[in-house]
């Protein structure tokens, strides 16, 4: 195995320009953080603190100000079939049915380039097979409930056969117990119970510390303006993950040491008192 890391990113800045604004907003600030291949890495952090930002700028959407990102050791210089985007809203196309949204890549992409019409009708099967939508085929987005649709993003994202998941928030729409079922499947689906080079590589934004902690090899926490990586925790919980981990003192520690890395920020966000928090919460030292 070679020792080029999948996806590398070194003092990446990101500057923005607001509307009517004269002077720039530094968004992200010398970020850096090097991901395996096979890996599945989760960024928390309080709202703003440029986590879409950096997301974007691995997607290729758009462009580090300063600083290098690089996948397998070339630089990324825009979107490519080898990075799969998802978002939160689903981005399905509303008058195409299930399995059009999930041959959509194959059939206009570079991703179907070369494969029959058969090939692709093929691959689509195996991708809505997989997120467990056989049945759901010919329905229309407006038919499905949330969890399904994004099932179909997640089988469209995978038809297309990315070597990088980029993950934005991608549950963040859902009711918790759909959120909760659709994190094990998405487990299953990256690929933990087979062996590490066989996974795809995963990079997963979200607001939510036990969702991190239950899907992630590692957690990097990011602090808020500008953008930086605060902490970069390995969650060395044994995969397969159980829903009954949760409940585990291990996870628990796992979660309260995020939650005392960003509250302070995360209060300030939204205008809160920070010492309150603090004051009902049992704090650890390591
Ligand atoms: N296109 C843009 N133009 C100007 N400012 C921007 C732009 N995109 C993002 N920003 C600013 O950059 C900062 C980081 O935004 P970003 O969307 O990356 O945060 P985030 O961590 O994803 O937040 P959230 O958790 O709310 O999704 C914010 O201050 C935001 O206002
Ligand atoms: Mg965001």
């Not at 399995?99 to 194959?106: K, T, Y």
């Not at 990315?162 to 009711?175: K, Q, R, S, V």
């Not at 520690?253 to 209060?267: G, H, V």
Request: proline share 5%; glycine share 10%; net charge neutral.
């Amino acid at each position: 195995m070679s020792n080029t890391p999948k996806l590398s990113l070194r003092g990446v800045s990101k500057q923005f320009l607001a509307a009517r604004a004269t002077t720039p907003t530094l968004a992200v600030a010398d970020f850096a953080l090097d991901v395996s291949a096979g890996e599945f890495v989760c960024i928390v952090g309080p709202s703003g603190c440029g986590k879409s930002t950096v997301m974007n700028m691995i997607a290729g959407l758009d462009t580090p100000s300063a600083g290098t990102i690089q996948m397998d050791g070339r630089a990324i210089t825009g979107p490519g079939a080898d990075r799969g985007v998802m978002f939160q809203d689903y981005a399905l196309m509303p008058w195409q049915t299930v399995a059009e949204n999930v041959g959509f890549g194959l059939a206009h992409g570079t991703p179907g380039e070369g494969l029959t019409k058969a090939q692709r009708e093929a691959r689509v099967r195996e991708y809505v097979e997989l997120v467990g939508l056989v049945g759901a085929e010919k329905k229309y987005p407006h038919q499905l409930s949330g969890g399904m649709r994004q099932r179909v993003a997640l089988a469209r994202l995978l038809a297309n056969g990315p070597e990088i998941l980029l993950l934005d928030e991608p549950l963040g729409a859902l009711d918790a117990q759909t959120r909760l079922i659709l994190q094990v499947e998405l487990l299953r689906i990256w690929g933990e119970t087979r062996a590490r080079e066989q996974r795809k590589t995963a990079i997963f934004i979200t607001h939510d510390i036990e969702e991190a902690v239950f899907l992630g090899d590692r957690v990097v926490v990011m602090s808020s303006h500008p953008g930086r990586v605060k902490a970069d925790i390995a969650i060395d919980l044994p995969r397969p993950r159980r829903e009954s981990m949760r409940g585990e003192a291990r996870f628990g520690e796992f979660t309260e040491r995020i939650w005392s890395l960003i509250r302070d920020e995360a209060y300030r966000a939204i205008g809160g008192d920070t010492g309150a928090a603090q004051n009902h919460t049992t704090e650890t030292t390591a």
